[in-house]
């Protein structure tokens, strides 16, 4: 059995799972309402204060599918009671981030500074001028929305200039010396 796909889900006050046909699974919580279409050969059941995922057979897809579909139900049970976020930093000499309504503006060392509007269901906070957070209650959308901010200036390895995740680790490089 797969670990993690046996274990059940709590189901935390104020929170309603609910699962139709084609296992089109509808979380509501304080935060708001994800809906999404699982994997139509696993059975979810909701039992009292818990949801469980049982797979037909032991076929290696469907072992792989177990503990995937019973992460993604978590993943939006935990997104509707808190919610999900990500923390980057933009380093790098003049490089800043600002907020102005929905539109976030990047200065990257680029000839023109980079906006970027935030899709729905995400928010952006910018913490003095270089630590912006994303936050919303999909955490696929927060973590693709930051990959996406990430991707507009890469960290690279000599200066560190870039944007980084905040629990990223940059690996160094040491410059070209002089000859001797």
């Not at 949801?51 to 897809?61: A, E």
């Not at 930093?89 to 906006?115: D, I």
Request: glycine share 12%.
């Amino acid at each position: 059995m797969s670990r993690i796909g046996r274990m059940p889900i709590a189901i935390p006050a104020g929170v309603t799972v609910e699962v139709a046909e084609n296992n089109k699974v509808t979380v509501k919580g304080p935060k708001g309402t994800l809906e999404r279409v699982l994997p139509s050969e696993m059975e979810i059941k909701v039992e009292g204060a818990e949801v469980t995922v049982s797979r037909p057979n032991d076929l290696k897809k469907m072992k792989s599918l177990h503990g995937l579909t019973r992460t993604l139900i978590n993943n939006m049970v935990t997104g509707v009671t808190n919610g999900f976020e990500r923390k980057l930093e933009v380093n790098g000499v003049g490089y800043r981030a600002a907020k102005s309504g929905n539109k976030l503006t990047l200065s990257l060392g680029y000839s023109h500074p980079v906006e970027m509007i935030d899709p729905d269901g995400i928010e952006t906070v910018v913490e003095g001028q270089n630590v912006i957070i994303v936050k919303g209650i999909d955490k696929e959308k927060v973590g693709q929305f930051a990959a996406n901010i990430r991707d507009k200036r890469r960290p690279e390895p000599y200066k560190g200039k870039g944007i980084k995740y905040a629990e990223e680790v940059i690996r160094r490089k040491v410059g070209k010396t002089g000859k001797k």
